[in-house]
């Protein structure tokens, strides 16, 4: 059971604008920034998004992140990754992170499988 | 670019210790959070725990009676110890860093363990 929760699947078509959800609490998300991997199969995780909406150098901006606060329609304690112009390479599985400030510790959502149909 | 790079045994027998070492090429060991990160066959990340360059440390509390993270500025490496292990603890074990105590920006390409 992972502290921060996540879809276990999302599908989207290419083109299409896919959006992945990561929901916490008040210890981790709704205090903390979030971090975002992507894991292709067999291979090591890599940084997507840092500090909510950052990306490292080499990501494309067809990547991008938020996190609740800066959305009217959004919870306190969330975060969303966000994957424009859909292509078959980000066909993986997807991976949000924080720290909890309760647990003193860095903590991860259960990951989220990206299908491109 | 700091690189990184997992070795070890890749197997280890029940109630034994499980040691693994990283090391560092690309960039100083002198600064940046050190971190292991591992993943059970078909699931998720679980996070171990850190070392800082100058000998802090911070473990996972659910690991914390079992895990101990060290450091070696002079050989460029780090090492995880995880001791009286079990079939739960059979995953791939990845050495990481960034500049933050929450931010990975570099991973090695992990190791798979074996606990039998």
């Known amino acids: 059971q992972s502290v921060l929760t996540q879809p276990p699947s999302a599908s989207g078509t290419p083109g299409q604008r896919v959006t992945i959800s990561c929901s916490g609490n008040?210890?981790?998300?709704?205090?903390?920034?979030v971090n975002w991997f992507q894991q292709l199969p067999g291979t090591a995780p890599k940084l997507l998004i840092y500090g909510d909406n950052q990306r490292p150098s080499g990501v494309p901006d067809r990547f991008s992140g938020s996190r609740s606060g800066t959305s009217a329609s959004q919870s306190g304690t969330s975060a969303s990754l966000a994957i424009s112009g859909l292509q078959s390479e980000d066909e993986a599985a997807y991976y949000c992170?924080?720290?909890?400030?309760?647990?003193?510790?860095?903590?991860f959502g259960g990951g989220t499988k990206l299908t491109v149909l | 670019q700091v690189q990184l790079q997992e070795s070890g045994p890749g197997l280890v027998k029940p109630s034994e210790t499980l040691s693994l070492t990283c090391t560092v090429s690309?960039?100083?060991?002198?600064?940046?959070?050190w971190s292991w990160i591992r993943q059970s066959p078909g699931k998720g990340l679980e996070w171990l725990g850190y070392i800082y360059y100058n000998g802090n440390t911070n473990y996972n509390p659910s690991l914390a009676s079992r895990v101990s993270i060290s450091v070696d500025t002079s050989k460029k490496q780090f090492s995880l110890q995880l001791s009286s292990v079990t079939a739960a603890d059979t995953a791939v074990y990845y050495c990481?860093?960034?500049?933050?105590?929450?931010?990975?920006?570099?991973w090695g390409q992990g190791t798979l363990v074996t606990v039998s």
């Open positions: 008040t210890s981790n998300i709704g205090s903390n920034y």
């Open positions: 690309g960039g100083s060991i002198s600064s940046y959070y």
């Open positions: 992170a924080a720290w909890d400030d309760s647990l003193k510790g860095v903590v």
């Open positions: 990481a860093t960034g500049e933050q105590r929450w931010l990975h920006r570099f």
